[in-house]
């Protein structure tokens, strides 16, 4: 018997067991290729997991798994080092991850698997416009970091690797821009690019996955969380350990504003005496209890990331003696994580026990192929679910975690919504009051409306300067003028 025809039986007889038979209901009307494709796309998924999934997520609607009871703010580090509640010495901790990074232990990491759909645009979100007077795309404004950090803490001839984690609906659209862009400036060999795993996606009612074709399987990618697991398996953490890579910087790619790599924070991440060295993360002061970011907590002696779904109105409301949010600390998806926790995770223990984080249910209107009329299906109204990981919930699975404060004009100006929070005008604004911060404090005369914006747009590159302080002030204007655009 021809070995496609026999891999076609075992796959009907393990897709039967598990309740998901009708993924081959037209498998006898494909043609060859497709047939191919859809076997192996199949035999891709774990469908030893999938009734387990089913139950739980699917049919079930799981909620916080930890005790809100026992939920306390999680401690930090301040953005000011000389905070009476907790000082630290900041120009040691600078100067400890400037020697790792100058030492080449340090790497870039960058998830960019979403596309600019919600945007309006047309490809890869890291090909959406980032620079609010350049219009240089995302992707360009976080390699110009990456190329300032290079110039600047690295001896001659030594570079910062950047890997770049796509997507299957992206990956050759990212790649191919990357080759057009001449890599932004970067070493062709230093930029490492793979795609995430996906998960199928379910139909809410029955459980049954999805076809999008009938010969082709409806997935969804698995989330930023899947990003530890493909840094695993796609040989992304061989090439970081051939390199002598000993930690990693992440970043998500619609942020224009992030540190791709932070001297202070991967020191503190590596030598702080509270810190395990596996995972740190940013946070920024919430500006009000609704906004939809995830808080760091702390429960059962472990610091954990609850999602603003998840965590109850009165205690995103609670207050402390100073009038501010107890909850304050906003989660901004800014990580380092150490090499050989990453490693840890995916091959286990003793035991060989790899790590399993946590689905998070999302339930989407999700195009179908009818199993009876075979005609696809474009709904009006939420019909499947999607499941997905969260990176930050490793943060538990650390011996001991850190959170760092930092400013939000300095570092947060995220890129997640055609107009309003989080949109390409914040963005611009943000970036451009950072800006003029940092020109004012060189002694320039920024102009700013009676709201005390400012009435101009700036936008300063981490090649010319990666701080306030770097600014060339000799060839610095006196002033800005009222309606200026200006790329430094």
Request: a neutral charge; one cysteine or more.
């Amino acid at each position: 018997m021809p070995a496609r025809e026999a891999s076609a039986g075992e796959l009907r007889v393990r897709l039967e067991e598990c309740g998901q038979g009708h993924l081959l209901r037209f498998h006898d009307t494909l043609s060859e290729r497709e047939r191919r494709a859809l076997l192996e796309q199949i035999a891709a998924l774990d469908l030893a997991s999938i009734p387990e999934l089913v139950a739980r997520y699917v049919k079930g609607k799981p909620g916080l798994e930890v005790d809100t009871a026992s939920l306390e703010p999680a401690p930090y580090y301040p953005r000011d080092p000389a905070d009476r509640n907790r000082a630290w010495d900041r120009a040691r901790f600078r100067k400890l991850g400037e020697e790792l990074i100058g030492a080449g232990k340090v790497a870039a990491f960058t998830v960019a698997g979403g596309q600019g759909t919600r945007l309006g645009h047309d490809g890869p979100k890291g090909t959406f416009p980032g620079g609010p007077v350049t219009g240089k795309p995302l992707f360009a404004c976080l390699a110009d970091w990456i190329l300032a950090a290079q110039r600047r803490w690295l001896p001659s001839g030594r570079s910062i690797p950047w890997y770049v984690m796509t997507s299957p609906i992206n990956h050759e659209a990212t790649v191919s821009f990357f080759k057009a862009n001449r890599f932004f400036g970067m070493a062709e060999r230093d930029v490492m690019f793979f795609a995430q795993g996906v998960m199928p996606s379910f139909d809410m009612a029955s459980g049954r996955i999805l076809l999008d074709q009938p010969g082709v399987v409806a997935t969804n990618p698995d989330g930023h969380g899947g990003s530890l697991r493909a840094l695993h398996q796609s040989g992304a953490l061989d090439d970081m350990s051939e390199r002598g890579i000993e930690h990693i910087s992440y970043v998500q790619i619609d942020n224009p504003l992030a540190r791709v790599i932070d001297p202070v924070f991967i020191g503190l991440h590596a030598h702080a005496e509270d810190s395990s060295g596996e995972m740190s993360s940013k946070m920024v002061e919430k500006t009000n209890a609704e906004e939809r970011v995830g808080v760091f907590a702390r429960s059962g002696g472990r610091t954990l990331v609850v999602e603003y779904s998840d965590l109850p109105r009165e205690l995103a409301g609670q207050r402390g003696p100073d009038g501010r949010l107890r909850f304050k600390a906003g989660s901004i998806a800014v990580h380092v994580l150490g090499t050989g926790f990453v490693r840890r995770l995916n091959e286990g223990g003793a035991g060989g026990e790899s790590f399993a984080l946590p689905y998070h249910r999302a339930e989407k209107k999700v195009p179908y192929i009818d199993l009876e009329s075979g005609k696809r299906v474009e709904p009006a109204a939420a019909n499947a679910v999607k499941l997905e990981t969260f990176v930050f919930d490793a943060i538990p699975l650390c011996r001991a975690s850190i959170v760092m404060e930092t400013d939000r004009v300095e570092e947060f100006a995220p890129i997640k919504n055609a107009d309003g929070a989080d949109s390409p005008a914040t963005c611009a604004a943000l970036q451009t009051e950072r800006a003029a911060r940092w020109l004012a404090a060189a002694g320039v005369a920024v102009p700013r409306r009676a709201d005390g914006a400012p009435d101009c747009t700036i936008e300063i590159s981490p090649l010319t300067a990666m701080y306030a302080e770097d600014l060339p002030r000799s060839k610095l204007p006196a002033r800005i003028e009222r309606g200026a655009r200006l790329a430094l």
